[in-house]
């Protein structure tokens, strides 16, 4: 595999508790072999004509390109929003080790 063959996404939720059952199901299911989740985001945002001010949780989520799909889909399928973030950003480089790592812990 190479480096550019692997994938971080960004997805945002409201509360621990859906970054937990987020992270659980995609670990679980060897979609991602690895979800970060970092309280304390702060998000200012334009929806439906208003500017909200709101609370989140970034789950930062460390899979393999050719998983995206499936994680959109299965992020989507759970996810309480109705127009939930879910950005993906590729990995230009990283530790050998643990791009081998990645790679055994997806599916």
């Not at 994938?7 to 979800?35: D, F, P, S």
Request: proline residues 3%; hydrophobic residues 40%; contains cysteine.
């Amino acid at each position: 595999m190479k480096q550019e063959d692997f994938i971080m996404i960004m997805v945002t939720v409201g509360k621990e508790e859906e970054a937990t059952e987020i992270a659980r199901l995609l670990v679980g299911t060897k979609l991602a072999a690895c979800v970060n989740i970092v309280p304390g985001i702060r998000s200012i945002y334009r929806w439906k004509g208003e500017i909200c001010d709101d609370p989140e949780i970034l789950c930062i989520i460390k899979t393999r390109n050719v998983l995206l799909q499936q994680v959109m889909e299965a992020v989507k399928n759970i996810h309480s929003y109705e127009v939930p973030e879910i950005i993906s950003l590729r990995i230009d480089e990283g530790s050998d080790d643990y791009l081998q790592w990645l790679a055994t812990e997806t599916s």
